[in-house]
Nanobody, 125 residues
Framework: QVQLVESGGGLVQAGDSLRLSCAASGRTFSTYTMGWFRQAPGKEREFVAG????????YYADSVKGRFSISRDNAKKVVYLQMNSLKPEDTAVYYC??????????????????WGQGTQVTVSS
């Protein structure tokens, strides 16, 4: 069983930055493809960013490309999401997720077996 705990959300102004963290339990974190997803009120949960476990390749939604950056520290079992130039439309609950031995489509939320409880990010204009 894997437990994921997000932190770092908050209320910021447009143009500000935030860094989200997701701490994982379990001994095999290095073999999880990790993803960040978000869900705004009344909308479906959508892919934001992902990082593959075996090659470290990163993937981003078009809406955040160039502004957000995903990274991981396998020794600390943490995945980060650095969010710069935040916009009001980035307002959502952000979730991290784990896809054990993930080698399929990183943006497919159905492939992720474990999810955190989410952290709220609110960007005011």
């Amino acid at each position: 069983q894997v437990q994921l705990v997000e932190s770092g959300g908050g209320l910021v102004q447009a143009g500000d930055s935030l860094r989200l963290s997701c701490a994982a339990s379990g001994r095999t974190f290095s073999t999880y493809t990790m993803g960040w997803f978000r869900q705004a009120p009344g909308k479906e949960r959508e892919f934001v960013a992902g990082i593959r476990w075996y090659d470290g390749n990163t993937y981003y939604a078009d809406s955040v490309k160039g502004r957000f950056s995903i990274s991981r520290d396998n020794a600390k079992k943490v995945v980060y999401l650095q969010m710069n130039s935040l916009k009001p439309e980035d307002t959502a609950v952000y979730y991290c997720a784990a896809y054990p031995l993930g080698d399929g489509l990183v943006s497919d939320k159905g492939r992720y077996n474990y999810w955190g409880q989410g952290t709220q990010v609110t960007v005011s204009s």
